[in-house]
């Protein structure tokens, strides 16, 4: 018989796309076999590195604070979101959010990765794209 599980954000651990991520739903702490789910705060001047999942796809929840993410190939698009925006990245796309705010932002990120690390790819090359 499988369990359910309840978690609370409580400890953090660095992700290698360069943010902390609050614990959240995964295969490591829930048993999850298909999904993760966890709580990002990014503070203000907050970056990430330019990654894309490999193969997982990617559903973003803003809750509170603005930030935009570049995203493309060649990191030519620009979204912003805000509180209530709910954004969708396909598997294998390129992106980087960063908050250029002076507030922090704050979003449930959810990705169909149970491990939620082990598709990231890093991509540096893509770094120079995005204006510091």
């Known amino acids: 018989m499988t369990d359910c599980k309840k978690l609370r954000p409580g400890g953090t651990y660095d992700g290698k796309q360069g943010f902390s991520y609050f614990e959240g739903i995964a295969k490591e702490t829930a048993g999850a076999q298909g999904i993760c789910m966890h709580l990002l705060t990014v503070p203000p001047g907050g970056r990430a590195r330019?990654?894309?999942?490999?193969?997982?796809?990617?559903a973003i929840y803003v809750i509170?604070?603005?930030?935009k993410m570049?995203?493309?190939?060649?990191?030519?698009?620009c979204m912003e979101t805000g509180p209530g925006d709910m954004i969708y990245i396909p598997a294998d796309?390129?992106?980087?959010?960063?908050?250029?705010?002076?507030?922090?932002?704050?979003?449930?990120?959810?990705?169909?990765?149970?491990?939620?690390?082990?598709?990231?790819?890093?991509?540096?090359?893509?770094?120079?794209l995005v204006p510091a």
């Not at 509170?64 to 930030?67: E, N, P």
């Not at 990765?113 to 770094?127: A, G, I, R, T």
């Open 70 to 77: 570049y995203w493309g190939e060649r990191l030519e698009h």
């Open 50 to 58: 330019a990654h894309k999942h490999a193969t997982h796809e990617t």
């Open 93 to 128: 796309v390129p992106h980087l959010p960063l908050n250029d705010g002076d507030e922090p932002a704050v979003a449930v990120i959810a990705r169909t990765d149970p491990h939620e690390q082990e598709s990231v790819v890093l991509l540096p090359e893509l770094e120079a």
């Open 64 to 67: 509170s604070g603005r930030a």
